[in-house]
Protein backbone atom coordinates (compact mmCIF):
# COMPACT_ATOMS: atom_id res chain seq x y z
CA UNK A 1 0.00 0.00 0.00
CA UNK A 2 1.07 3.59 -0.47
CA UNK A 3 0.30 4.75 2.40
CA UNK A 4 0.83 3.78 6.14
CA UNK A 5 -1.91 6.61 7.87
CA UNK A 6 -4.88 8.19 7.31
CA UNK A 7 -5.40 11.22 8.66
CA UNK A 8 -9.63 12.32 8.83
CA UNK A 9 -10.71 15.87 9.46
CA UNK A 10 -13.50 15.48 11.65
CA UNK A 11 -16.45 17.63 10.78
CA UNK A 12 -17.69 17.51 7.56
CA UNK A 13 -15.63 14.06 6.98
CA UNK A 14 -16.56 11.66 10.14
CA UNK A 15 -19.59 13.36 11.01
CA UNK A 16 -21.55 16.66 10.39
CA UNK A 17 -22.01 19.43 12.60
CA UNK A 18 -22.06 22.36 10.44
CA UNK A 19 -25.76 22.89 11.45
CA UNK A 20 -24.90 23.41 15.32
CA UNK A 21 -22.29 25.79 14.51
CA UNK A 22 -24.35 27.75 12.26
CA UNK A 23 -26.98 28.19 15.29
CA UNK A 24 -25.04 28.89 17.36
CA UNK A 25 -23.12 31.39 15.93
CA UNK A 26 -26.22 33.21 14.80
CA UNK A 27 -27.31 33.53 18.00
CA UNK A 28 -24.36 35.12 19.17
CA UNK A 29 -24.29 37.19 16.55
CA UNK A 30 -28.06 38.18 16.90
CA UNK A 31 -27.66 39.38 20.30
CA UNK A 32 -25.00 41.70 18.77
CA UNK A 33 -26.98 43.08 16.57
CA UNK A 34 -24.65 41.81 14.12
CA UNK A 35 -25.80 40.17 10.71
CA UNK A 36 -25.04 36.58 9.67
CA UNK A 37 -26.09 34.10 7.79
CA UNK A 38 -24.87 30.57 5.78
CA UNK A 39 -22.81 32.36 3.70
CA UNK A 40 -20.79 33.90 5.96
CA UNK A 41 -21.03 30.93 8.25
CA UNK A 42 -19.22 29.07 5.41
CA UNK A 43 -15.98 30.98 5.67
CA UNK A 44 -15.72 29.68 9.18
CA UNK A 45 -15.09 25.75 7.86
CA UNK A 46 -11.82 24.61 9.55
CA UNK A 47 -10.56 28.05 10.75
CA UNK A 48 -10.32 28.58 14.84
CA UNK A 49 -12.94 30.01 17.63
CA UNK A 50 -11.26 33.27 17.97
CA UNK A 51 -10.87 33.52 13.78
CA UNK A 52 -13.98 32.92 13.36
CA UNK A 53 -15.46 35.37 15.75
CA UNK A 54 -13.61 38.37 13.95
CA UNK A 55 -15.01 37.05 11.11
CA UNK A 56 -18.41 37.41 11.81
CA UNK A 57 -17.67 41.12 13.75
CA UNK A 58 -16.42 42.17 10.33
CA UNK A 59 -20.07 43.53 10.65
CA UNK A 60 -20.01 44.84 14.03
CA UNK A 61 -20.51 48.62 14.52
CA UNK A 62 -21.16 49.03 18.09
CA UNK A 63 -18.75 49.99 20.87
CA UNK A 64 -14.95 48.64 20.52
CA UNK A 65 -14.93 45.24 22.13
CA UNK A 66 -11.64 44.25 24.30
CA UNK A 67 -10.25 41.05 24.29
CA UNK A 68 -11.45 39.97 26.83
CA UNK A 69 -15.16 40.82 25.68
CA UNK A 70 -14.45 38.52 22.60
CA UNK A 71 -13.22 35.90 24.77
CA UNK A 72 -16.49 35.68 26.15
CA UNK A 73 -18.45 35.60 23.48
CA UNK A 74 -16.11 32.70 21.61
CA UNK A 75 -16.78 31.70 25.24
CA UNK A 76 -20.69 31.89 24.89
CA UNK A 77 -20.68 30.35 21.30
CA UNK A 78 -19.15 27.27 22.35
CA UNK A 79 -21.06 26.81 25.63
CA UNK A 80 -24.60 26.74 22.87
CA UNK A 81 -22.77 24.72 20.24
CA UNK A 82 -21.50 22.22 23.05
CA UNK A 83 -24.84 22.14 24.30
CA UNK A 84 -26.27 20.90 21.16
CA UNK A 85 -23.45 18.60 20.39
CA UNK A 86 -25.25 16.47 23.06
CA UNK A 87 -28.03 15.48 21.02
CA UNK A 88 -25.43 13.15 18.83
CA UNK A 89 -25.41 9.76 19.63
CA UNK A 90 -23.49 6.63 17.61
CA UNK A 91 -26.69 6.62 15.31
CA UNK A 92 -25.41 9.64 13.87
CA UNK A 93 -22.26 7.68 12.42
CA UNK A 94 -22.98 6.69 8.67
CA UNK A 95 -23.01 3.19 7.94
CA UNK A 96 -20.85 4.24 5.33
CA UNK A 97 -17.97 5.83 7.26
CA UNK A 98 -17.88 3.34 9.78
CA UNK A 99 -17.76 0.14 7.31
CA UNK A 100 -14.93 2.47 5.73
CA UNK A 101 -12.95 3.12 8.62
CA UNK A 102 -12.97 -0.58 10.11
CA UNK A 103 -12.06 -1.66 6.19
CA UNK A 104 -9.17 0.35 6.39
CA UNK A 105 -8.07 -0.69 9.70
CA UNK A 106 -8.64 -4.28 9.13
CA UNK A 107 -5.68 -3.57 6.01
CA UNK A 108 -3.73 -2.76 8.80
CA UNK A 109 -3.37 1.66 7.90
CA UNK A 110 -3.25 3.71 11.27
CA UNK A 111 -6.08 5.84 11.49
CA UNK A 112 -5.90 9.66 13.38
CA UNK A 113 -7.97 12.84 13.08
CA UNK A 114 -6.49 16.16 12.74
CA UNK A 115 -9.04 18.62 13.52
CA UNK A 116 -8.99 22.23 14.86
CA UNK A 117 -12.28 21.69 16.88
CA UNK A 118 -11.33 22.20 20.61
CA UNK A 119 -14.64 19.25 21.09
CA UNK A 120 -13.01 16.62 18.93
CA UNK A 121 -12.89 14.09 22.34
CA UNK A 122 -16.24 14.94 23.38
CA UNK A 123 -17.97 14.66 19.62
CA UNK A 124 -15.93 11.65 19.26
CA UNK A 125 -17.63 10.71 22.53
CA UNK A 126 -20.62 10.96 21.43
CA UNK A 127 -20.14 9.28 18.22
CA UNK A 128 -18.93 5.90 19.85
CA UNK A 129 -15.61 6.68 18.63
CA UNK A 130 -13.88 7.77 21.82
CA UNK A 131 -11.01 5.05 21.48
CA UNK A 132 -11.22 4.39 18.11
CA UNK A 133 -8.10 6.46 16.60
CA UNK A 134 -4.63 5.77 17.32
CA UNK A 135 -4.14 10.24 17.33
CA UNK A 136 -6.16 12.80 18.06
CA UNK A 137 -4.84 16.05 16.80
CA UNK A 138 -7.05 19.13 17.98
CA UNK A 139 -7.75 22.55 18.56
CA UNK A 140 -6.18 21.99 22.13
CA UNK A 141 -2.71 21.31 20.85
CA UNK A 142 -2.11 23.37 17.89
CA UNK A 143 -1.61 27.51 17.83
CA UNK A 144 -2.42 27.68 14.26
CA UNK A 145 -5.37 26.67 12.10
CA UNK A 146 -5.91 25.81 8.65
CA UNK A 147 -4.60 26.17 6.04
CA UNK A 148 -1.07 26.45 8.62
CA UNK A 149 -0.37 22.41 8.96
CA UNK A 150 0.44 22.16 12.45
CA UNK A 151 -2.24 20.03 12.92
CA UNK A 152 -1.58 17.59 10.52
CA UNK A 153 2.05 17.26 11.33
CA UNK A 154 1.38 17.16 15.00
CA UNK A 155 -1.16 14.12 13.81
CA UNK A 156 1.84 12.42 11.81
CA UNK A 157 4.46 13.02 14.80
CA UNK A 158 1.95 11.20 17.22
CA UNK A 159 1.73 8.36 14.85
CA UNK A 160 5.51 8.32 14.26
CA UNK A 161 5.36 8.82 10.38
CA UNK A 162 6.64 11.30 7.97
CA UNK A 163 3.78 13.23 5.93
CA UNK A 164 4.50 10.77 2.55
CA UNK A 165 3.55 7.83 4.50
CA UNK A 166 0.21 9.69 5.25
CA UNK A 167 -2.85 10.71 3.33
CA UNK A 168 -4.92 13.71 4.81
CA UNK A 169 -8.83 13.28 4.14
CA UNK A 170 -10.59 16.50 3.67
CA UNK A 171 -13.81 18.30 2.90
CA UNK A 172 -12.68 22.11 3.12
CA UNK A 173 -10.60 23.67 0.83
CA UNK A 174 -8.63 25.48 3.58
CA UNK A 175 -7.92 21.74 4.95
CA UNK A 176 -6.78 20.65 2.04
CA UNK A 177 -4.01 23.27 1.45
CA UNK A 178 -2.78 22.74 4.93
CA UNK A 179 -2.24 19.35 3.49
CA UNK A 180 -0.45 20.30 0.83
CA UNK A 181 1.66 22.57 2.86
CA UNK A 182 2.98 20.18 5.33
CA UNK A 183 3.76 17.54 2.18
CA UNK A 184 0.65 15.63 2.43
CA UNK A 185 -0.95 14.06 -0.42
CA UNK A 186 -5.20 15.00 0.01
CA UNK A 187 -8.13 13.23 -0.85
CA UNK A 188 -11.09 15.24 -0.79
CA UNK A 189 -15.39 15.27 -0.12
CA UNK A 190 -17.69 17.71 0.03
CA UNK A 191 -16.69 21.09 -1.42
CA UNK A 192 -13.36 20.63 -1.55
CA UNK A 193 -14.00 17.85 -3.72
CA UNK A 194 -16.06 19.96 -5.88
CA UNK A 195 -13.26 22.20 -6.07
CA UNK A 196 -10.92 19.97 -7.15
CA UNK A 197 -8.44 20.71 -4.29
CA UNK A 198 -6.93 17.07 -3.55
CA UNK A 199 -5.09 14.44 -5.08
CA UNK A 200 -8.21 12.48 -5.19
CA UNK A 201 -11.26 14.06 -5.76
CA UNK A 202 -14.50 11.59 -4.08
CA UNK A 203 -17.47 11.37 -5.05
CA UNK A 204 -18.43 9.55 -1.61
CA UNK A 205 -16.62 8.96 1.52
CA UNK A 206 -16.39 4.87 0.92
CA UNK A 207 -13.96 5.43 -2.47
CA UNK A 208 -11.61 6.04 0.36
CA UNK A 209 -11.13 2.33 0.10
CA UNK A 210 -9.69 2.57 -3.48
CA UNK A 211 -7.75 5.43 -3.17
CA UNK A 212 -5.91 4.32 0.16
CA UNK A 213 -5.31 0.32 -0.15
CA UNK A 214 -4.07 0.52 -3.76
Same mark, same amino acid.
Given at each position: ?39 INNRLR ?29 TKKNDL ?14 ? *? =????? @? $??? #? ?6 ? /? &? ?68 ? *? =????? @? $??? #? ?6 ? /? &? ?10
Open positions: MKYKAIIFDLDGVICFTDEYHYLAWKKMADDLGVYFDRTGVSRMESLEIVLERYDGPALTQEQKVELAYRESLHQLSPADLSA *E =VKDTL @D $ALR #AAGLKLAI /G &SSSKNTAFILGQLGLGNYFDAVSDGNNITNSKPDPEVFLKAAEMLGLDPKDCLVVEDAVSGAQAGHAGGF *E =VACVG @D $ASK #AGAGDYNM /G &SFQELRQVALN
